[in-house]
């Protein structure tokens, strides 16, 4: 017995150092990877990042393999021990196995990487990690919001920096009738110029919309890359619009209505109740 227990410990000992060789091994290859000085400086960063997720994810596997091996448990002779009780827990982790699927799409296909700017159930968001089972998104709020993988295969997801970093947004204001237009269009193309997260190329420029209700309708169209707080550059550009208009003394309208009001001459008629009157002849 006492021999026996010494092996195994022995055994046990190997797994731990095997473990720990392939923690520092991926440490490594993480530091070469995302710091790449050679042939991967070519390749995306975001990129970098999915495919030594996916190497991480093979190189422990086979490294639980070898552990089982170094302590004489043979794989064959486990997965076919464990048959019966995964039929049995099939049903109930089929969820589960849908989002551990769902992770290897994501990351073989590179469709949502980390870093990237996406729009999910109303929330936008960027994604900080993509785990095998579920991917961590991280609000403008800074609240993290957990979402399994499957939500990004089977539904749809909005992905701002998908394809490019600069993404086309536009934001409307409306003068009153009467105001010189290109007075107005001169004012807002050096708002949009003042603002520094507005990108230069492609040029910005000004659309004459519409003849709306109370206003003429302008639209700046303009890009950035500043995609997860967007909100505050339209915020200043507002503001800067709004200086420039005052200065020019061009008005910013509001909706107006105006109301008749007909009155009626002569006697109005009287619509009171009126008591009944009793007919001549009858008793």
Known sequence: MVGEYKLVFGNLIIGSLIALGTW????TVKRAMLRPRLILGKIDEKRRVSIYLIFKYIVWVISFII????????????????????????????????DLVSGLFLLFEGTIQIGDIIEADGEIGRITEINLRSTEMMTRENVTIIIPNSRFITEKVVN????????????????????DIDEVDRCLAEAMA?????????KPFVRFNNFGDSSLEFEMIFWSNELFFINNVKSNLRRSVYKKLQEKNLVIPFPQRDIHIKTVTGEAPDFRAKKDVPREGMN
């Open 67 to 98: 552990i089982l091996e170094a302590n004489h448990i043979e794989i064959t002779v486990l997965l076919v021990g464990s048959t019966a009780l995964l039929v049995g827990l099939g049903l109930g982790v089929q969820n589960i196995f849908k």
């Open 194 to 202: 003042d603002i520094k997260e507005i990108s230069k190329t492609p």
């Open 160 to 179: 701002w920096s998908h394809n490019k970093d600069q993404v086309r947004f536009s934001v409307s204001v409306g003068v009153a009738y009467g105001s």
């Open 24 to 27: 520092l091994f991926l440490l």
